[in-house]
């Protein structure tokens, strides 16, 4: 496939969408599409930390009926999983994408069939699954998309780690805002994700998203139309220090902020090696993270409950097994 093809702008329609796909591209030509501003040119192939070109990879597109009520409905939610990452988790439990890249290259003009298709299918969303990296990709696909009749809300589903441009190229375009906090020591975030300066980066990014879609809304069904839901998923140890995070939540964003809490952690990927996140999480760093939740007064949202992930780390060498898990939620 020929990148310089599908540089061609002159089939969008809208003036305004010509020009946010141009920007999108024109940050890949020394890349600044993540916070690790690689400088790469992606343009012509060349490939930094996340290992992608031009082309997003696409691994898996199906309905998945096993993210939080509110985006699964009775008819599921349209995920599209993106292979590869700017982030290096030692612990992935979809590490045959994110590390190794399984699926194939992908046009935008193929992303745009994938996400009609889903609409086609009967999808409530069509949800990006570790989409920072190929944001400009993406934005192409659903421009594209929405001429001719995409109108489901889209859902960015993201581990945080964005540069505030790339949600300015997604204003208008994302509904749905579901990033993940999964650190409040930047420590931490380097030891155990590669992640620099993750904590200030995450923050802001979420502030930004905050900023754009305003709190969690459903509708009638209770279905997610607009707004923010952060994950956290809690990690041994206190690795992940939710307290400093439910803090910032109610301080910055306040209480009425939609939480995801998440309690299917296991050492899946080099994590099963040995170390402090070689174990699942046991029951009294479960309610701890309950009782962070509680006294933070964050009370809108979902918690997962312990214990019904059903998965083990035999379970990680199965690309398809991991991209359709089902997780157990509860209201509160």
């Known amino acids: 496939m020929n990148p310089g093809e599908f540089q061609d702008l002159s089939g969008i329609r809208d003036e305004r969408d010509r020009i946010r796909v141009a920007e999108g591209y024109e940050a890949l030509r020394s890349c600044r599409v993540c916070p690790r501003h690689c400088g790469v040119n992606r343009l012509e192939g060349e490939t930094g930390t996340c290992r992608t070109g031009f082309f997003a990879r696409l691994s898996a597109a199906n309905l998945h009926f096993g993210e939080e009520p509110c985006l699964t409905g009775t008819r599921g939610s349209g995920t599209v999983f993106f292979a590869y990452c700017n982030l290096a988790c030692d612990y992935c439990q979809n590490f045959p994408l994110s590390a190794y890249g399984y699926g194939r290259e992908v046009t935008p003009l193929e992303l745009k069939d994938v996400f009609l298709s889903l609409q086609s299918r009967g999808a409530h969303n069509i949800n990006l699954v570790t989409p920072s990296h190929v944001v400009p990709q993406i934005v192409h696909g659903l421009v594209l998309a929405r001429q001719e009749g995409l109108s489901l809300p889209v859902v960015y589903n993201s581990n945080g780690y964005e540069a505030p441009s790339m949600i300015a190229l997604l204003d208008g375009l994302v509904d749905v805002y579901l990033p993940d906090m ?26 930004l998203m905050a900023q754009q879609v305003g709190p969690l809304q459903l509708d009638g069904e209770g279905l997610a139309k607009k707004g923010l839901l952060i994950r956290h998923l809690l990690l041994p140890e206190g690795i992940s220090g939710f307290s400093e995070t439910a803090r910032f939540i109610r301080e910055s964003l306040g209480s009425a902020t939609a939480i995801s809490l998440m309690a ?42 312990y214990g019904e992930d059903g998965d083990d780390s035999s379970a990680s060498t199965e690309q398809e097994t991991l991209c359709q898990e089902e997780r157990i939620f509860t209201t509160f």
């Open 264 to 305: 299917q952690y296991f050492p899946a990927h080099r994590a099963s090696r040995g170390g402090a996140l070689s174990r699942r999480l046991s029951l009294q760093e479960y309610e701890d993270g309950l009782d962070t939740l509680f006294s933070e007064g964050l009370l809108e949202g979902y918690v997962q409950e």
């Open 182 to 207: 999964k650190y409040s020591d930047d420590r931490m975030a380097l030891r155990y994700s590669k992640a620099p300066s993750y904590a200030a980066i995450n923050r802001e990014a979420v502030r």
